[in-house]
């Protein structure tokens, strides 16, 4: 049984879109996107450098665009669920049908603009927690009035809020770095951004899965597509609970695909979950060895124990 996995903001790398659109009708689409968005992805995907593609409104989109992109050069496959960290859970709905590919882009247009809104109105920040004892972990973020943003399992928390703070964060046997983002997102202070993500969401169509959801809220399944789209809309301004949704997977599925800009989540899966087998399809190089994956994973039924 096979999942596709999408990744979430600070995957992106300078010139990631090239090579998916020498496809003359992917760059077609990726061009149409732009128009419906009013954003040059195009020029953004190739040419713009680190810092331009690290702004939280060009990074998103960018994400999303590359998910899709890359989904759309495997052809179709047969999967069990999907799932997205962050903003990837709008390339897995997408990925699933539940929203069309112009919706897609849209929302997360939307999304990034909002989030970098919000992430102006109150300095904060993020930082990785590598290693130490969970607890000790989660203890050391709460008592110094931050919050577990991204629980990522495998030995990485990402703690959120006040730059004071995050400065004072030390836990015992963990690693302590710095992200370089604009904003404590998966937070309160993303609150601002909920409201506006809430009006463009009620006006979208959307349709039942072709395969169920894992949500970042608490890794359950969904089947219900309005469900899907909500709950990605309200993890705007809450945790990320990645850690459960590898927990599912591990339930559900013997092999994991990472769709463009791919490696982080696969990198996850890897330390955590191990029996499941991955495959990162970090380029246009990989689609053959990616679709043999695919061949071998998505009727293979999954096995207990």
């Given at each position: 049984?096979?999942?596709?996995?999408?990744?979430?903001q600070?995957?992106?790398?300078?010139?990631?879109?090239?090579?998916?659109?020498?496809?003359p009708?992917?760059?077609?689409?990726?061009?149409?996107?732009?128009?419906?968005?009013?954003?040059?992805?195009?020029?953004?995907g190739?040419?713009?450098?680190?810092?331009?593609?690290?702004?939280?409104?060009?990074?998103?989109?960018?994400?999303?665009?590359?998910?899709?992109?890359?989904?759309?050069?495997?052809?179709?496959?047969?999967?069990?669920?999907?799932?997205?960290?962050?903003?990837?859970?709008?390339?897995?709905?997408?990925?699933?049908g539940?929203?069309?590919?112009?919706?897609?882009?849209?929302?997360?247009?939307?999304?990034?603009?909002?989030?970098?809104?919000?992430?102006?109105?109150?300095?904060?920040?993020?930082?990785?927690?590598?290693?130490?004892?969970?607890?000790?972990?989660l203890?050391?973020?709460?008592?110094?009035?931050?919050?577990?943003?991204?629980?990522?399992?495998?030995?990485?928390?990402?703690?959120?809020?006040?730059?004071?703070?995050?400065?004072?964060?030390?836990?015992?046997?963990?690693?302590?770095?710095?992200?370089?983002?604009?904003?404590?997102?998966?937070?309160?202070?993303?609150?601002?951004?909920?409201?506006?993500?809430?009006?463009?969401?009620?006006?979208?169509?959307?349709?039942?899965?072709?395969?169920?959801?894992?949500?970042?809220?608490?890794?359950?399944?969904?089947?219900?597509?309005?469900?899907?789209?909500?709950?990605?809309?309200?993890?705007?301004?809450?945790?990320?609970?990645?850690?459960?949704?590898?927990?599912?997977?591990?339930?559900?599925?013997?092999?994991?695909?990472?769709?463009?800009?791919?490696?982080?989540?696969?990198?996850?899966?890897?330390?955590?979950?191990?029996?499941?087998?991955?495959f990162?399809?970090?380029?246009?190089?990989?689609?053959?060895?990616?679709?043999?994956?695919?061949?071998?994973?998505?009727?293979?039924?999954?096995?207990?124990?």
């Amino acid at each position: 049984m096979l999942a596709f996995i999408a990744p979430g903001q600070g995957a992106q790398t300078p010139g990631m879109l090239a090579p998916w659109i020498a496809d003359p009708a992917a760059k077609l689409l990726l061009t149409q996107w732009s128009h419906e968005i009013n954003l040059d992805l195009v020029r953004l995907g190739t040419t713009a450098d680190a810092d331009e593609i690290k702004d939280t409104a060009n990074a998103q989109p960018l994400i999303v665009a590359a998910g899709l992109l890359g989904a759309r050069a495997l052809g179709r496959a047969k999967l069990a669920v999907v799932a997205g960290h962050s903003v990837g859970e709008i390339t897995a709905a997408a990925i699933a049908g539940v929203i069309d590919d112009v919706d897609a882009m849209k929302l997360v247009r939307a999304r990034g603009i909002e989030m970098a809104k919000a992430a102006s109105l109150k300095p904060a920040g993020m930082s990785a927690v590598l290693g130490g004892d969970r607890e000790v972990v989660l203890r050391a973020i709460a008592d110094l009035g931050l919050v577990a943003a991204n629980d990522n399992g495998a030995g990485q928390i990402v703690a959120a809020g006040d730059l004071d703070a995050l400065a004072q964060l030390a836990p015992e046997g963990a690693r302590v770095r710095a992200l370089a983002v604009a904003g404590a997102f998966h937070t309160s202070y993303m609150q601002p951004a909920v409201e506006p993500l809430w009006s463009i969401a009620a006006a979208i169509e959307v349709h039942s899965p072709t395969c169920p959801v894992i949500s970042n809220k608490d890794g359950t399944v969904l089947h219900d597509g309005r469900e899907i789209l909500d709950r990605m809309v309200a993890q705007i301004s809450n945790p990320v609970r990645w850690d459960l949704c590898m927990a599912t997977l591990e339930g559900h599925v013997s092999g994991a695909l990472e769709v463009p800009p791919a490696g982080t989540l696969v990198g996850l899966l890897k330390r955590a979950v191990p029996i499941i087998e991955t495959f990162a399809l970090k380029s246009v190089a990989d689609v053959t060895l990616a679709q043999e994956f695919i061949a071998r994973h998505q009727d293979e039924p999954k096995t207990e124990g």
